[in-house]
């Protein structure tokens, strides 16, 4: 089955600065890579999301680019700010055929230092 | 995007018994999911709750131990039988609207502990 693996499990930055999150995945055939963001006592809410067939995609601070021919794709959080620390996760679907089963990488904890 | 309610938000039971959670969706989907997320760790699936028909579970997960109920387009339970402290986690539904490759959303979870 699909693995995804994601770095760094921990990543702390002042305000302002950049965040880059990545994860590889192991399946080609997975074609759809949402992100997550959890906050404490809360459910992951999707942040943004790419699929196969587009290389980068952006939404105001937040941005993620996929290299489907490395099986890799980041999150880029810009000009980070307090609220959003959190537990970030990536996952993959579409592979196997299971064209909505999500595998998840173990999360980063972003702590973003005012 | 769709609002998903789950109840209760949180329990402490004894070892033994069963727990039903209750996952209520503002508006019709296709789809309606059930992950387990251990403390401090990652999503894993544990069954895809199937409208009118069985749930279909995931490697590791038995109907036994996780009986599913989905008796219409907007509502789906999930029961924790014979609860063991390794059953200590939290349970999530997640929603979506087609079957391929759609986005799903997370309700806020029931946060599971037993004694």
């Known amino acids: 089955g699909e693995n995804v693996e994601q770095h760094p499990s921990t990543l702390s930055v002042q305000e302002g600065d950049s965040a880059v999150i990545k994860c590889t995945y192991s399946d080609s055939a997975s074609n759809y890579f949402p992100w997550y963001k959890q906050e404490l006592g809360k459910g992951p809410q999707l942040i943004i999301d790419i699929r196969s067939n587009v290389g980068e995609k952006k939404d105001q601070r937040i941005a993620v680019t996929l290299n489907k021919t490395a099986k890799h794709f980041s999150l880029h959080i810009t000009e980070t700010q307090p609220e959003d620390s959190a537990v970030y996760f990536c996952?993959?679907?579409?592979?196997?055929?299971?064209?909505?089963?999500?595998?998840f990488g173990k999360g980063t904890l972003l702590t973003v230092n005012p | 995007s769709a609002v998903i309610s789950q109840k209760p938000s949180r329990d402490i039971c004894q070892r033994g018994t069963s727990l039903t959670i209750q996952c209520q969706v503002d508006s019709q989907v296709t789809m309606m999911f059930w992950y387990r997320q251990q403390p401090g760790q990652s999503l894993t699936l544990i069954a895809t709750a199937n409208q009118g028909s069985e749930a279909t579970y995931e490697s590791g997960f038995v109907i036994d131990k996780f009986p599913i109920s989905r008796p219409n387009l907007t509502f789906s339970t999930l029961t924790v039988s014979n609860m063991s402290p390794e059953d200590s986690s939290i349970y999530l539904c997640?929603?979506?609207?087609?079957?391929?490759?759609?986005?799903?959303?997370f309700g806020d979870g029931t946060r599971l502990s037993i004694l």
């Open positions: 996952a993959a679907s579409g592979s196997g055929g299971s064209n909505y089963k999500l595998t």
């Open positions: 997640s929603v979506a609207t087609g079957a391929s490759n759609q986005p799903q959303h």
